[in-house]
């Protein structure tokens, strides 16, 4: 997922009030967060990863503790794992969903594991709801790790014409070989070292 290049200019527009010894940081959600001057010591201006984050090499961690690798491809920066949180980045709890029925009239953020078996987390993550990553939905809440959001269409489109367009740009960023694809997995290069897999989908009716 593509990493916002200045995380802080992206997401907010800071107001500094000397009059009131404050820092007011005014949200992109319309909330306005006060901090006293008295308890800043320092402000970073970050690239989504920290200081010393290099794209390609360094890694991102969930509020789960789950570890992503990054992969640069391009000028965009993208996670080169599926998504495995239970939590959103404010720590609030994304619904565990494994009733079909329950998936099938659901209105609010869910997720499941694949085939609701636990064991498929760590290599293919989690099937997330619409409701989950839509800001409308989820009240403005973020699946992605601090710093990271959910890729715009037009954000993908910068990868596909990158790429040759959609029917070229798969194979290269597909795994190559047959481990976890189908055979014969005709045109995968991973090229990119994006390695994408299989990691299924969940039908509106709740089945995998």
Not at 166 to 179: I, V
Request: with cysteine.
């Amino acid at each position: 997922m593509k990493k916002a290049s200045l995380l802080i200019f992206a997401l907010v527009f800071i107001v500094l009030k000397l009059s009131a010894q404050s820092l007011y940081v005014h949200k992109s959600d319309g909330n306005v967060v006060e901090i006293p001057l008295s308890q800043i010591d320092s402000i970073t201006f970050t690239n989504g990863g920290g200081p010393g984050f290099e794209c390609g090499t360094s890694t991102v961690n969930d509020l789960d503790g789950n570890v992503y690798n990054t992969v640069l491809i391009g000028s965009q920066c993208w996670l080169g794992e599926n998504l495995k949180t239970t939590k959103y980045n404010d720590g609030s709890t994304i619904p565990l969903i494994t009733d079909a029925s329950v998936w099938d009239t659901l209105t609010m953020p869910g997720f499941a594991w694949y085939e609701n078996n636990q064991s498929n987390k760590e290599l293919y993550g989690g099937l997330y709801n619409w409701f989950s990553i839509d800001n409308e939905s989820n009240g403005g809440k973020n699946a992605c790790p601090e710093g990271w959001h959910v890729p715009s269409d037009a954000e993908w489109t910068i990868l596909t014409d990158l790429l040759g367009g959609l029917s070229a740009g798969g194979g290269k960023l597909k795994e190559a070989g047959t481990t976890n694809w189908n055979p014969p997995n005709t045109g995968a290069t991973n090229e990119t070292g994006f390695t994408a897999l299989p990691g299924g989908y969940r039908e509106i009716s709740g089945q995998f």
